[in-house]
């Protein structure tokens, strides 16, 4: 062979060769750390929107979009193929349940087992793959009936510090002091630690939850979405000022708290934070008799809940979403209507108690006949679908589907790269 054309064949294998080995280096350098987002909060981040009331979002056309997102084309609940959940929740100590991100992720009464709901996670895992186009863990812990003043508060906002008003009371009702302050001080940042405590276990080992995970690509810790509020709201003991300006200021404080010690906790200095601002009930501008009486109320806590995203050192990544803005305007209509139904009903038998000696009197099955063609002369067709909506109370959005699904997508949009700054529900 001409000793040339050896050369060159020798100089082309190695290349071929080289370029071999290196490949797979490179396409390893290039692979992108797994985003993992944390959701935390009390009973609404629990989510109590039933499956049932899925098909009330396709009513609305600016919602129907996300329905689709949400259902497979047979119809049953999406399941995420790139995106996975830890979800710890419960009682006591709690327990987790974790898989493919799908519908029967909310509240649960076994941690294990669907509950049958959906809090904010579902859309939330949805949109933020479809904004990213890129695997997606989820880490969830919440617990319904829990407050930041006491069971999230975090190390550097200190002891509850009780009110001498407090102390008074607890003296007028024969209560032990000491062991009430022992009591606080074991109750104080319970669950802020078991939510640390789960976090860490399931980062330590993430196969165990997310089986495709690389443990050479790594993760980040790409934002946390803290979604609670009214056990601090309606809590007069520790706020006894609510209502008035300045009333939750003690909220905001412990907020930005608990914000600087997640970050320090999770050495995730610079991780993304959203505070979702409680909103049920929608804005308070639309307040109507029912509820206008806690308009100050209502409003003085949302901007306590929102402060902290305005302070200097939280800039560009801390963002209040306002979940008011997703409220429903439309179910409130028609409980209205239902409430004029029940009414009816309470009018009825208040007014032939007595029966039969009460003169004018009607049977139970006569006011029942009365209260039917009642509903019937009310609800409109479309007003008995709506009903379908509601599954909840109101401090629980309702449990509609509807207003969780575009609260979560709204915390996935706040969360996304780029400008955040016109995003629906947030200011």
Known sequence: MNPKIYRSASSLLAVILCSALVAPTLAQSTKKPLKVFILAGQSNMEGHAKLSSFDHIGMDPETAPILKQMRADDGTPTVCSDVWISYFTGPGEG????????????????????????????????????????????????????????????????????????????????????????????????????????????????????????????????????????????????????????????????????????????????????????????PVANYGKNRIRYKDIHQGFRDAMAAPAKLPEFKDNVTAVFTENCWDPELDAVSDKVELVKAKARQLKSTNEGYPDKPGSISPKEQEAVVTAYRAELLTPRDIELLKGITNAEYHYRGSAKIMAQIGKAFAEALAPGDTDQRPGQR
């Open 95 to 282: 327990g987790e349940g974790h898989g493919k991100l799908t519908a029967g992720y909310g509240a649960r009464s076994d941690p294990a087992s669907d509950g049958g709901k959906i809090g904010p996670e579902f859309t939330f895992g949805i949109y933020m793959h479809k904004l990213l186009d890129e695997p997606i863990l989820i880490i969830k812990t919440a617990w319904g009936g829990k407050s930041l003043h006491t069971d999230f508060r975090s190390p550097s906002a200190g002891p509850y510090p009780f009110s001498q008003q407090q102390l008074e009371q607890f003296q007028k009702q024969n209560k032990d002091l000491k062991q009430v302050r022992v009591d606080k001080e074991k109750a104080t940042g319970h669950y802020y630690r078991l939510m640390q405590k789960h976090i860490k276990h399931v980062l330590k080992d993430i196969q165990r939850v997310c089986p495709d995970y690389d443990s050479d690509q790594g993760y980040e810790l790409a934002g946390f979405v803290w979604f609670q509020g009214w056990n601090d709201m309606v809590d007069q003991g520790t706020y006894p000022n609510r209502g008035q300006p300045g009333g939750y200021d003690a909220y905001s404080k412990a907020m930005a708290h608990f914000i600087r010690d997640v970050r320090r906790d999770l050495s995730a200095p610079n991780m993304k934070f959203v505070i979702g601002v409680m909103g049920a009930g929608g």
